[in-house]
Protein backbone atom coordinates (compact mmCIF):
# COMPACT_ATOMS: atom_id res chain seq x y z
CA UNK A 1 0.00 0.00 0.00
CA UNK A 2 1.38 3.24 -0.66
CA UNK A 3 0.98 4.67 3.09
CA UNK A 4 2.99 1.36 4.27
CA UNK A 5 5.59 2.77 1.29
CA UNK A 6 5.53 6.28 3.00
CA UNK A 7 5.63 5.04 6.62
CA UNK A 8 8.87 3.24 4.87
CA UNK A 9 10.17 6.46 4.06
CA UNK A 10 9.57 7.98 7.12
CA UNK A 11 11.32 5.20 9.21
CA UNK A 12 14.35 5.22 7.14
CA UNK A 13 14.66 9.08 7.15
CA UNK A 14 14.41 8.93 11.37
CA UNK A 15 17.06 6.62 10.78
CA UNK A 16 19.35 9.05 8.74
CA UNK A 17 18.46 7.64 5.18
CA UNK A 18 18.68 10.98 2.89
CA UNK A 19 17.97 8.58 -0.11
CA UNK A 20 14.39 7.90 1.69
CA UNK A 21 14.31 11.87 1.78
CA UNK A 22 14.36 11.96 -1.90
CA UNK A 23 12.08 9.78 -2.54
CA UNK A 24 9.28 11.09 0.17
CA UNK A 25 10.35 14.36 -2.04
CA UNK A 26 9.61 12.87 -5.36
CA UNK A 27 6.75 11.32 -3.98
CA UNK A 28 4.85 14.39 -2.39
CA UNK A 29 6.44 17.48 -2.68
CA UNK A 30 4.18 18.35 -6.07
CA UNK A 31 1.15 17.65 -3.63
CA UNK A 32 2.74 20.10 -0.66
CA UNK A 33 3.50 22.77 -3.35
CA UNK A 34 -0.30 22.34 -4.51
CA UNK A 35 -1.60 23.52 -1.17
CA UNK A 36 0.94 26.11 0.10
CA UNK A 37 -0.03 27.32 -3.07
CA UNK A 38 -3.25 27.42 -3.02
CA UNK A 39 -3.33 29.00 0.26
CA UNK A 40 -0.88 31.54 -0.50
CA UNK A 41 -0.95 32.06 -4.22
CA UNK A 42 2.07 32.85 -4.98
CA UNK A 43 4.66 30.58 -6.28
CA UNK A 44 8.03 31.52 -4.86
CA UNK A 45 6.62 31.37 -1.38
CA UNK A 46 5.35 28.02 -1.98
CA UNK A 47 8.56 26.14 -3.01
CA UNK A 48 9.53 28.10 0.29
CA UNK A 49 7.30 26.38 1.85
CA UNK A 50 7.74 22.57 0.25
CA UNK A 51 11.58 22.87 1.66
CA UNK A 52 10.36 24.05 4.92
CA UNK A 53 8.39 20.83 5.04
CA UNK A 54 10.12 18.40 4.06
CA UNK A 55 13.64 20.03 6.02
CA UNK A 56 11.02 19.81 9.10
CA UNK A 57 9.92 15.91 7.84
CA UNK A 58 13.58 15.03 7.71
CA UNK A 59 14.11 16.82 11.09
CA UNK A 60 11.13 15.17 13.23
CA UNK A 61 10.47 11.89 10.84
CA UNK A 62 11.42 10.28 14.44
CA UNK A 63 8.61 11.41 16.15
CA UNK A 64 5.90 10.57 13.42
CA UNK A 65 3.27 7.93 15.16
CA UNK A 66 1.94 6.03 12.62
CA UNK A 67 -1.10 4.94 15.54
CA UNK A 68 -2.25 8.52 15.24
CA UNK A 69 -2.22 9.28 11.46
CA UNK A 70 -1.50 7.98 7.57
CA UNK A 71 1.83 9.32 6.90
CA UNK A 72 0.00 11.75 3.95
CA UNK A 73 -1.80 13.74 6.78
CA UNK A 74 1.50 13.96 8.86
CA UNK A 75 2.69 15.97 5.89
CA UNK A 76 0.04 17.52 4.74
CA UNK A 77 -0.96 19.17 8.23
CA UNK A 78 2.49 20.07 8.28
CA UNK A 79 2.49 22.10 4.54
CA UNK A 80 -0.51 23.70 5.20
CA UNK A 81 0.75 24.86 9.03
CA UNK A 82 4.01 26.50 7.44
CA UNK A 83 1.63 27.82 4.26
CA UNK A 84 -0.70 29.47 7.54
CA UNK A 85 2.20 30.90 9.36
CA UNK A 86 3.39 32.94 6.00
CA UNK A 87 -0.23 34.03 5.14
CA UNK A 88 -0.94 35.59 8.85
CA UNK A 89 2.44 36.87 9.12
CA UNK A 90 2.07 38.42 5.82
CA UNK A 91 -1.41 39.78 6.76
CA UNK A 92 0.25 41.04 9.91
CA UNK A 93 2.88 43.25 8.38
CA UNK A 94 0.64 44.55 5.78
CA UNK A 95 -3.47 44.28 5.03
CA UNK A 96 -2.81 42.08 2.72
CA UNK A 97 -6.12 41.01 0.79
CA UNK A 98 -6.73 39.78 -2.31
CA UNK A 99 -9.68 37.26 -3.73
CA UNK A 100 -10.41 34.90 -0.89
CA UNK A 101 -10.45 31.61 -2.15
CA UNK A 102 -13.33 29.47 -2.91
CA UNK A 103 -13.98 25.89 -3.32
CA UNK A 104 -15.89 26.27 -6.27
CA UNK A 105 -13.64 28.67 -7.48
CA UNK A 106 -10.76 26.01 -6.89
CA UNK A 107 -12.67 23.28 -9.27
CA UNK A 108 -13.02 26.15 -11.51
CA UNK A 109 -9.17 26.55 -11.79
CA UNK A 110 -8.80 23.32 -11.91
CA UNK A 111 -9.57 23.11 -15.62
CA UNK A 112 -5.99 21.68 -17.36
CA UNK A 113 -4.94 25.34 -17.89
CA UNK A 114 -1.80 27.59 -18.38
CA UNK A 115 -1.89 29.18 -15.00
CA UNK A 116 0.91 31.45 -14.94
CA UNK A 117 2.98 29.42 -16.31
CA UNK A 118 2.21 26.46 -14.04
CA UNK A 119 0.34 23.63 -15.44
CA UNK A 120 -3.08 22.89 -13.43
CA UNK A 121 -3.99 19.14 -13.46
CA UNK A 122 -7.63 17.68 -12.39
CA UNK A 123 -7.77 16.55 -9.10
CA UNK A 124 -8.65 12.45 -8.61
CA UNK A 125 -12.93 12.43 -9.48
CA UNK A 126 -12.64 10.37 -6.66
CA UNK A 127 -11.39 12.89 -3.86
CA UNK A 128 -13.36 14.33 -0.85
CA UNK A 129 -12.79 17.93 -2.97
CA UNK A 130 -14.91 16.53 -5.98
CA UNK A 131 -17.48 14.65 -3.96
CA UNK A 132 -18.52 16.15 -0.47
CA UNK A 133 -17.70 19.48 -0.47
CA UNK A 134 -20.27 20.69 -3.49
CA UNK A 135 -22.85 19.39 -1.37
CA UNK A 136 -21.95 20.92 1.86
CA UNK A 137 -24.54 23.42 2.05
CA UNK A 138 -23.66 27.27 1.06
CA UNK A 139 -23.05 28.72 4.34
CA UNK A 140 -20.92 25.84 6.00
CA UNK A 141 -18.69 25.57 2.96
CA UNK A 142 -18.17 29.22 3.08
CA UNK A 143 -16.91 29.03 6.85
CA UNK A 144 -15.07 26.25 6.37
CA UNK A 145 -13.19 27.58 2.98
CA UNK A 146 -12.33 31.24 5.52
CA UNK A 147 -11.12 28.70 8.09
CA UNK A 148 -9.35 26.04 5.70
CA UNK A 149 -7.69 28.46 2.94
CA UNK A 150 -7.18 31.49 5.03
CA UNK A 151 -6.96 30.29 8.50
CA UNK A 152 -9.36 32.94 9.68
CA UNK A 153 -10.08 31.92 13.29
CA UNK A 154 -14.07 31.30 14.71
CA UNK A 155 -14.30 34.91 15.49
CA UNK A 156 -12.69 36.30 12.18
CA UNK A 157 -15.10 34.66 10.20
CA UNK A 158 -18.07 35.73 12.44
CA UNK A 159 -16.85 39.11 12.24
CA UNK A 160 -16.77 39.13 8.53
CA UNK A 161 -19.45 37.31 7.88
CA UNK A 162 -21.63 39.27 10.10
CA UNK A 163 -23.05 36.35 11.80
CA UNK A 164 -22.94 35.36 15.52
CA UNK A 165 -19.55 33.61 16.90
CA UNK A 166 -22.00 30.04 17.61
CA UNK A 167 -23.38 29.97 14.27
CA UNK A 168 -19.93 29.92 12.74
CA UNK A 169 -18.37 27.18 15.03
CA UNK A 170 -21.59 25.14 14.13
CA UNK A 171 -20.84 25.55 10.93
CA UNK A 172 -17.70 24.70 10.47
CA UNK A 173 -18.25 21.66 12.93
CA UNK A 174 -21.19 20.28 10.89
CA UNK A 175 -18.88 20.61 7.47
CA UNK A 176 -16.09 19.04 9.22
CA UNK A 177 -18.40 16.06 10.57
CA UNK A 178 -19.40 15.24 6.76
CA UNK A 179 -16.12 15.53 5.80
CA UNK A 180 -15.09 12.97 8.56
CA UNK A 181 -17.73 11.11 7.70
CA UNK A 182 -17.49 11.02 4.22
CA UNK A 183 -13.97 10.10 4.66
CA UNK A 184 -14.63 6.87 6.41
CA UNK A 185 -17.12 5.84 3.72
CA UNK A 186 -14.08 6.15 1.24
CA UNK A 187 -11.78 3.89 3.62
CA UNK A 188 -14.50 1.31 4.18
CA UNK A 189 -15.59 1.25 0.69
CA UNK A 190 -11.52 0.86 -0.88
CA UNK B 1 -19.35 21.98 35.79
CA UNK B 2 -19.88 18.34 35.07
CA UNK B 3 -16.95 16.59 33.53
CA UNK B 4 -19.41 15.43 30.77
CA UNK B 5 -20.28 18.54 29.99
CA UNK B 6 -16.93 20.00 30.01
CA UNK B 7 -16.15 16.62 27.65
CA UNK B 8 -19.08 17.73 24.99
CA UNK B 9 -18.17 21.43 24.76
CA UNK B 10 -14.58 20.75 24.12
CA UNK B 11 -15.00 17.59 21.57
CA UNK B 12 -17.06 21.12 19.65
CA UNK B 13 -13.67 22.63 19.85
CA UNK B 14 -12.05 19.56 17.78
CA UNK B 15 -12.80 20.84 14.18
CA UNK B 16 -11.27 23.49 14.99
CA UNK B 17 -8.40 22.52 16.30
CA UNK B 18 -8.17 20.21 13.41
CA UNK B 19 -8.15 23.56 10.92
CA UNK B 20 -5.58 24.91 13.53
CA UNK B 21 -8.03 28.21 13.88
CA UNK B 22 -8.59 28.06 17.79
CA UNK B 23 -7.04 30.41 19.81
CA UNK B 24 -3.84 29.84 22.13
CA UNK B 25 -5.82 29.32 25.08
CA UNK B 26 -8.71 26.88 23.64
CA UNK B 27 -6.00 25.00 21.85
CA UNK B 28 -4.21 24.53 25.41
CA UNK B 29 -7.52 23.63 26.94
CA UNK B 30 -8.08 21.35 24.16
CA UNK B 31 -4.53 19.44 23.98
CA UNK B 32 -4.62 19.19 27.86
CA UNK B 33 -7.89 17.03 27.13
CA UNK B 34 -7.29 15.00 24.54
CA UNK B 35 -4.15 13.67 25.69
CA UNK B 36 -5.99 12.43 28.82
CA UNK B 37 -9.49 11.32 27.11
CA UNK B 38 -8.77 8.31 23.81
CA UNK B 39 -11.98 9.68 22.45
CA UNK B 40 -11.28 13.25 21.79
CA UNK B 41 -8.13 11.86 20.43
CA UNK B 42 -9.23 9.51 17.80
CA UNK B 43 -12.15 11.89 16.93
CA UNK B 44 -9.32 14.77 16.85
CA UNK B 45 -7.32 12.43 14.11
CA UNK B 46 -10.22 12.13 12.09
CA UNK B 47 -10.97 15.62 11.94
CA UNK B 48 -6.66 15.99 11.18
CA UNK B 49 -7.54 13.06 8.11
CA UNK B 50 -10.57 14.98 6.48
CA UNK B 51 -8.44 18.45 6.78
CA UNK B 52 -5.62 16.57 4.93
CA UNK B 53 -8.24 15.14 2.66
CA UNK B 54 -9.14 18.42 1.43
CA UNK B 55 -5.50 19.35 0.97
CA UNK B 56 -4.98 16.20 -1.07
CA UNK B 57 -8.05 16.94 -3.27
CA UNK B 58 -7.04 20.27 -4.03
CA UNK B 59 -6.25 20.65 -7.86
CA UNK B 60 -2.03 20.01 -8.58
CA UNK B 61 -0.23 22.82 -9.47
CA UNK B 62 2.95 21.45 -11.28
CA UNK B 63 6.58 22.57 -9.55
CA UNK B 64 9.16 23.96 -12.05
CA UNK B 65 10.95 20.83 -12.76
CA UNK B 66 14.75 22.93 -12.37
CA UNK B 67 13.03 24.91 -9.41
CA UNK B 68 12.26 21.24 -8.16
CA UNK B 69 15.38 19.42 -8.91
CA UNK B 70 17.47 22.88 -7.10
CA UNK B 71 15.17 22.40 -3.95
CA UNK B 72 15.96 18.78 -3.82
CA UNK B 73 19.51 18.97 -3.88
CA UNK B 74 19.48 21.45 -1.24
CA UNK B 75 17.56 19.78 1.26
CA UNK B 76 19.78 16.52 0.49
CA UNK B 77 22.60 18.92 1.15
CA UNK B 78 21.17 20.19 4.16
CA UNK B 79 20.61 16.86 5.84
CA UNK B 80 24.36 15.87 4.69
CA UNK B 81 25.46 18.60 6.20
CA UNK B 82 23.03 18.30 9.49
CA UNK B 83 24.43 14.92 9.98
CA UNK B 84 27.86 15.27 9.78
CA UNK B 85 27.56 18.48 12.22
CA UNK B 86 24.89 16.95 14.00
CA UNK B 87 26.66 16.15 17.25
CA UNK B 88 27.07 19.53 19.41
CA UNK B 89 30.78 20.27 19.74
CA UNK B 90 30.32 20.38 23.46
CA UNK B 91 28.99 16.33 23.76
CA UNK B 92 32.29 16.10 21.38
CA UNK B 93 34.30 17.07 23.76
CA UNK B 94 32.44 15.41 26.41
CA UNK B 95 32.83 12.20 24.67
CA UNK B 96 36.62 12.91 24.15
CA UNK B 97 36.99 13.32 27.74
CA UNK B 98 34.78 10.18 28.87
CA UNK B 99 37.13 8.27 27.06
CA UNK B 100 40.32 9.34 28.45
CA UNK B 101 38.67 10.14 31.64
CA UNK B 102 40.74 6.95 33.32
CA UNK B 103 43.98 7.97 32.09
CA UNK B 104 43.17 11.81 33.35
CA UNK B 105 42.44 10.54 36.72
CA UNK B 106 45.22 8.49 36.73
CA UNK B 107 47.47 11.01 35.87
CA UNK B 108 45.83 13.28 38.00
CA UNK B 109 46.48 10.49 41.33
CA UNK B 110 49.82 10.24 40.12
CA UNK B 111 50.68 14.35 40.07
CA UNK B 112 49.11 14.49 43.54
CA UNK B 113 50.80 10.99 44.81
CA UNK B 114 54.34 12.69 43.46
CA UNK B 115 53.28 16.22 44.85
CA UNK B 116 52.65 14.49 48.67
CA UNK B 117 55.88 12.39 48.64
CA UNK B 118 58.20 15.59 47.55
CA UNK B 119 56.76 17.26 50.64
CA UNK B 120 58.13 14.91 52.83
CA UNK B 121 61.16 15.48 54.79
CA UNK B 122 63.63 16.32 53.28
CA UNK B 123 61.68 18.52 50.40
CA UNK B 124 61.98 16.77 47.27
CA UNK B 125 62.24 19.53 44.45
CA UNK B 126 62.47 17.29 42.07
CA UNK B 127 59.29 14.93 42.74
CA UNK B 128 57.51 18.13 43.32
CA UNK B 129 58.29 19.36 39.96
CA UNK B 130 57.71 16.16 38.36
CA UNK B 131 54.46 16.17 40.26
CA UNK B 132 53.24 19.45 39.23
CA UNK B 133 54.35 19.24 35.89
CA UNK B 134 52.40 15.89 34.95
CA UNK B 135 49.18 18.07 36.98
CA UNK B 136 49.56 21.32 34.56
CA UNK B 137 50.28 18.71 31.64
CA UNK B 138 46.78 17.33 32.33
CA UNK B 139 45.51 20.70 32.59
CA UNK B 140 47.04 21.56 29.39
CA UNK B 141 45.34 18.54 27.99
CA UNK B 142 41.82 19.07 28.92
CA UNK B 143 42.08 22.70 27.75
CA UNK B 144 42.82 21.64 24.75
CA UNK B 145 39.80 19.23 24.10
CA UNK B 146 37.88 22.08 25.51
CA UNK B 147 39.16 24.36 22.70
CA UNK B 148 39.19 21.46 20.15
CA UNK B 149 35.26 21.45 20.98
CA UNK B 150 34.57 25.48 20.72
CA UNK B 151 36.57 25.07 17.19
CA UNK B 152 34.36 22.52 15.88
CA UNK B 153 31.29 24.21 16.91
CA UNK B 154 32.32 27.59 15.38
CA UNK B 155 32.55 25.43 12.24
CA UNK B 156 29.18 24.13 12.19
CA UNK B 157 27.95 27.69 12.95
CA UNK B 158 30.13 28.47 9.74
CA UNK B 159 28.76 25.42 7.96
CA UNK B 160 25.17 26.59 8.80
CA UNK B 161 25.51 30.13 8.11
CA UNK B 162 27.08 29.35 4.74
CA UNK B 163 23.85 27.82 4.00
CA UNK B 164 21.59 30.15 5.04
CA UNK B 165 23.68 32.77 2.83
CA UNK B 166 23.20 30.61 0.64
CA UNK B 167 19.53 30.06 0.55
CA UNK B 168 19.24 34.00 1.45
CA UNK B 169 21.11 34.70 -2.36
CA UNK B 170 18.61 32.14 -3.78
CA UNK B 171 15.95 34.17 -2.36
CA UNK B 172 17.22 37.97 -3.25
CA UNK B 173 17.83 36.72 -6.81
CA UNK B 174 14.37 35.47 -7.24
CA UNK B 175 12.61 38.04 -6.28
CA UNK B 176 14.68 40.55 -8.44
Known sequence: MDDDNDRALLRRMAAGDEAALSTLYDLWSERVHSIAYWILKDPDEADDVVEETFWQAWRTAGRYDRERSAASTWLMVMARSRALDRLRSRRRRTDWSSAPLTLSRLRDEAEPVDHSGRQLELADEKSLLASVLPSLPADQRAALEMAYFEGLTHGEIAQRTSQPLGTVKTRIRLAMQKLRQALGQVEEGS | ?176
Open chain 2, 1 to 176: MSETRVHAELQELLPGAALEILHEGEWEIVRDHVAGCPECDKLLNGYREAAAAIALGAPRVRMDPQRAQGMRARLLSRAQAGKTVSLPSSRKAFSMITRWSGWMVAAGLTGILMVHHSVHRPLAVGWLVAGLLVVLLLGLAVYAGVQKGRVTALEAQLTKLGLSEAQDDRSSHRRT
